[in-house]
């Protein structure tokens, strides 16, 4: 299983990012997904996640500013992320829960398999 998460950068308040995941080496949408972030001195926290029949959950932190989607054709993952704040300045890394394709969960211990990361930065 691969992970490999890329799209982040710095942006200013308000600003957009749309994170990419492409997944290799399982089949895509017999897999739970999901994305997590992680910023300096805190826990690992969920953001969202989609299951293989395409039900979402999102944190209420980035309800209706975040959008989670996937091409299972393309076997990527996608996090659309607009009116970012400086509190969503993190690593975002994409996760994948093996046997658990129908599951939504936020919770980092779900997941079994894990990306390196990609950097956002929103700061004037």
């Known amino acids: 299983v691969q992970l490999v998460e890329s799209g982040g950068g710095l942006v200013q308040p308000g600003g957009s990012l749309r994170l990419s995941c492409t997944a290799s080496?399982?089949?895509?949408?017999?897999?739970?997904m999901g994305w997590f972030r992680q910023a300096p001195g805190k826990e690992r926290e969920g953001v969202a996640c989609i299951n293989s029949v395409g039900s979402i959950r999102y944190a209420d932190s980035v309800k209706g500013r975040f959008t989670i989607s996937k091409d299972n054709a393309k076997n990527t993952l996608y996090l659309q992320m607009n009116s970012l704040k400086p509190e969503d300045t993190a690593m975002y890394y994409c996760a994948a829960a093996a046997g658990r394709a129908l599951w939504l969960d936020l919770l980092p211990g779900t997941y079994t398999d894990w990306g390196q990361g990609t950097q956002v930065t929103v700061s004037c």
């Open positions: 080496g399982f089949i895509f949408n017999n897999y739970g």
